[in-house]
């Protein structure tokens, strides 16, 4: 189950596969994760459709490769953010799309966009949350000499990766990492946790209530 922005929760069957929109700006390794999981089974969803805000991102290449949709626009052909978002909008519902999947995409939402799928929203995040917030997740964690960090799935809800919290897998930092080693070691285990937290809402197993989430067995 997933609530709507008035917090009011919505079922859908299990056995009804969800579809998905991925949103990706770069490479879409993100994106080929959570493909492969849907392909061999492991996701109760169908890819409809990629949104990338970048005509060269490599991810438009693997959209390809899995016969996907790709809707690919440029920002600076429009007089504001909520414009091409409305434009967005209209396209994610006329596909019929159940959840976003934000694997990389590089722009904060406006309400246009976050209003009409709050709680339906996801994004994949190399850190901790509430820690190391931003762009720079794995960078800010080796300044900081953090010990610990990890990947994050949450909700989104428009600020700088604010949203509830849906799931968190720690890495430890090692001595000697950069950022080379230490993003190569997030990224796998994003590879594993994205997938897995967009099979639990396919199964209707997420439940989300205010900041407070619940997952179902």
């Avoid at 959570?34 to 109760?44: Q, S, T």
């Avoid at 909520?82 to 519902?93: G, R």
């Amino acid at each position: 189950m997933i609530a709507d922005i008035g917090g009011n929760e919505g079922a859908r069957a299990p056995s009804a596969p969800i579809k998905i929109a991925v949103f990706a700006s770069g490479n879409g390794s993100n994106f080929q994760a959570l493909a492969e999981a849907v392909r061999d089974g492991k996701v109760n969803a169908t890819i409809e459709l990629v949104v990338c805000d970048k005509p060269a991102a490599y991810v438009l290449e693997r959209a390809k490769q899995f016969q996907v949709e790709s809707y690919v626009f440029s920002p600076k052909q429009y007089p504001s953010k909520e414009a091409y978002e409305a434009e967005i909008v209209a396209k994610l519902q006329a596909t019929g799309i159940d959840l976003i999947v934000m694997a990389g995409y590089m722009r904060l939402l406006t309400p246009v966009l976050v209003e009409p799928y709050y709680g339906r929203i996801i994004n994949v995040h190399p850190a901790l949350l509430p820690a190391f917030a931003g762009i720079k997740g794995v960078e800010q964690a080796l300044e900081y000499g953090a010990k610990i960090t990890g990947a994050t799935v949450h909700f989104v809800d428009g600020g700088m990766d604010t949203g509830p919290i849906i799931a968190q897998k720690a890495v430890e930092i090692q001595e000697g990492d950069n950022l080379e080693t230490l993003s190569a070691r997030i990224q796998q285990v994003e590879y594993e946790l994205l997938p897995t937290v967009a099979g639990w809402i396919a199964e209707g197993r997420v439940t989300l209530y205010g900041r407070k989430v619940t997952i179902n067995n």
